[in-house]
């Protein structure tokens, strides 16, 4: 009884390869996940990058928004494909909740960039040097769980790199903690408490808005 219901559990995956052989999907929104997945992580790295020179004598903050726009033009066409393709690889709304979510990843770049100069941050500590670096390796297993997209009959490599980026996403929380446990304890000026408070917790959002872009690609790698 056990093994029959587990081969009928099974089957679907077999039957849904070769549906796809027969009737090819749309492979075009692959190219877009993919250009996007590789925006996130030019993002993150300009980023990382900006963090360790918050002067920004490379103009690092205009390098992401400049980034960000460009990912903003892969929504429009992926959303334009959308409504035109007529055999999209996924639920036409689980390609917009991805896409959507990727384009999270660079907003939130975009505004950890911008509040640096805000909040006039003029130094950092080696925590928010550690959160940037954890985002950086999110983004990356992020855009390799994306590339795995074309191969879901076997979504072994996919679901494992999602894996990967909910453990970066758990160490960056272990990081936050121990970092606002050192900054409430040892920060005598608060304006500076304020800052640093606020730039970790946009640091740490990053690595959870991998996280979340991650779970939509598991979501697809199983369907």
Request: aromatic share 4%; with cysteine.
């Amino acid at each position: 009884m056990t093994s029959s219901f587990v081969s009928e559990r099974r089957s679907p995956r077999p039957l849904r390869s070769v549906l796809r052989r027969l009737v090819p999907r749309d492979g075009r929104f692959y190219a877009l996940f993919d250009r996007h997945a590789g925006l996130c992580v030019e993002g993150v790295t300009a980023l990382a990058k900006l963090l360790s020179d918050v002067r920004d004598p490379d103009g690092r903050v205009r390098e992401i928004e400049a980034i960000e726009k460009r990912a903003d033009t892969v929504v429009d066409e992926t959303l334009a494909l959308i409504s035109r393709s007529l055999l999209p690889p996924f639920p036409r709304r689980s390609i917009h909740a991805l896409i959507n979510r990727l384009d999270d990843v660079l907003d939130l770049t975009e505004d950890v960039a911008q509040s640096l100069h805000l909040y006039h941050v003029t130094t950092l500590t080696p925590d928010a040097h550690r959160l940037a670096d954890l985002a950086v390796q999110g983004a990356n297993k992020l855009r390799l769980a994306v590339a795995q997209l074309q191969s879901v009959d076997d979504p072994r490599a996919a679901l494992a790199l999602c894996q990967e980026v909910n453990g970066i996403e758990a160490e960056a929380d272990h990081v936050m903690r121990s970092a606002m446990s050192k900054l409430f304890r040892d920060e005598p000026d608060t304006r500076q408490l304020v800052k640093l408070r606020a730039i970790y917790e946009l640091l740490e959002q990053l690595t959870d808005t991998c996280k979340h872009a991650a779970a939509e690609v598991q979501a697809l790698a199983v369907r």
